[in-house]
């Protein structure tokens, strides 16, 4: 008879994954490199602002205003409805008494302001630290210039990063991995875009989402990044195709969209036990799985078959076991 291997396990010899489960496992992949570029290359550049300067939706700037209410800083921006721009003070460094004030001395349309989330006169001293926020919620569209103050009457400068963001036009959503386990455990990763007219990023826009039943959402809303992007997660018990609405409001401006994610069994490779393979006997076994989502290919995922042995990545065990 020869020499006669032990009973061996599918499961110690084989991992059967489907095209899905190869997507999950590199989905990731995009998502991490994008971090390490930002973590390169970092946010736009500051740049000190002086006079007058044009905010261009999608970049960050940074200045530095003198005491007294020397050397204001105008900033022109060409909005529509939904359109903000966002100024973020706070005191330089020794400056002990800051005062600092936001003016909008033109515009086109209707504009609501705000510090620090409550209403703001315009023009109004305040003591910063403070975030300044101007929307447009209305009317015709056109260029629009803010003046921003240092209005300390002693020395001190106040600093400030400034942005401006277009109303939204457009969201967008993609989903990984492409293929969830339906646990309760494994999380949907939902990358939602908001974009302007022109295919900007829509910074510090609030992303609202509805989820369908069976579907748990981790967070119901978010805040784009400095991207225009927000995140959302997921997970659910029961398999199947989930759709999630996601709206961004701005201004009176609201856009919608929707991004789903697929939720599937896991991936159990069968029989359990394989027939004993006999040394110098030929042999062959055909392997079958359940779950996920696609076609399947298999391979060993830890130690090594027997001498004479192999998988193919059908399923098929074969050949003829040698000592």
Known sequence: MGRRWPQIRANQLTT????GATARRFAWWPLGLKLLLVALLGAPPAQAQSGTST???GNTYFGSLGASGLNDHNWTFSARPGSKIVVEFTPAAGNTSPKAKADHTSSAGTWTYTLDGASYSKGTDFTPPGRFVARQTGGASGSNTFKLTNSNTGAGYVNYNLYCAGAPNSITSSTSPAYVIANNSDVATFSVAVKDVNGI???DQVVTATAPANLTLI???ATTDAY???TFTGRSGVTGVYVVNFTASSGGVTVNGSGQATFVDPV????????DAFNGSAYSETLGATGGSGSYSYAVSSGSLPAGLSLATSGLLSGTPSA
């Open 16 to 19: 059967a994954f489907e095209t």
């Open 55 to 57: 905010c261009t939706p």
């Open 201 to 203: 990023g829509v910074r």
């Open 219 to 221: 967070n119901g809303s």
């Open 228 to 230: 225009g992007v927000a």
């Open 268 to 275: 159990e490779v069968f029989p359990e036990t394989l027939p």
